[in-house]
């Protein structure tokens, strides 16, 4: 059973363009984080929502944790090519799970 | 200071065989995971260590899967017999307080 679903599951966008990614659930949690993971590399923490509603930026990614906790999205402005990779949303709370990924493609 | 140092980075074995893999995480970090990784199943967590003591080892596939840790700086992952189902990149990552998960590289394993 896939507890976080993650969607699109790939998306292949031009240099310069706006995308966002969800990331879904039935259940509410204590908190989410966000992780990128790039070719032949362990994923990597990009940011951690804790808050309902809470909205955190870095640089051109914008996070924002839905107001009951279930849902979360990631927005990228103006893609480069060194935004691709694995976008994985992660629950945590005794345990890290995550959810199935998006596979982002940026091409110049 | 040194990330979470996995080994090795590649193994391709024959069905049947044992495999060991290794993980040591970073210093002062109390808490030790091992996920798998497969393009069928995502990131799939498969068990994780509180201060060297196994918590959660529900994700653990079978019985042929078994992992130690003897102490804070050191863990292994076993499968034995080792089937080609089996095969994927196993991660190790750690953190300290459970706020933030630091991986490792993987170790990519292919079960011929």
């Known amino acids: 059973t896939q507890l976080l679903e993650q969607s699109p599951q790939f998306l292949s966008i031009q240099e310069g363009e706006n995308l966002t990614v969800y990331c879904n659930s039935s259940s509410v949690f204590s908190s989410l984080q966000w992780y990128r993971q790039e070719p032949g590399e362990g994923p990597v923490l990009l940011v951690t929502?804790?808050?309902?509603?809470e909205v955190k930026k870095l640089k051109r990614l914008t996070f924002q944790f839905g107001d009951a906790r279930k849902d979360s999205s990631l927005h990228i402005t103006a893609a480069q090519p060194g935004d691709t990779g694995l976008y994985l949303c992660a629950f945590t709370g005794n345990q890290f799970y995550f959810g199935t990924g998006t596979s982002l493609t940026v091409i110049p | 200071d040194a990330g979470v140092i996995q080994s090795p980075r590649h193994e391709v074995t024959e069905m049947g065989q044992e495999v060991t893999l290794r993980c040591k995480p970073i210093s002062g970090h109390d808490y030790l995971f091992w996920y798998r990784q497969t393009m069928m199943r995502g990131l799939e967590l498969l068990i994780y260590?509180?201060?060297?003591?196994?918590?959660?080892d529900s994700g653990m596939p079978e019985d042929r899967f078994s992992a130690k840790m003897p102490n804070a700086s050191f863990s292994t992952l076993k499968i034995q017999p080792s089937e080609p189902r089996d095969s994927a990149v196993y991660f190790c990552a750690s953190s300290f307080r459970n706020r933030e998960l630091f991986f490792g590289e993987g170790s990519r394993l292919t079960v011929l």
């Open positions: 260590f509180n201060n060297n003591v196994p918590i959660d």
């Open positions: 929502v804790v808050t309902g509603g």
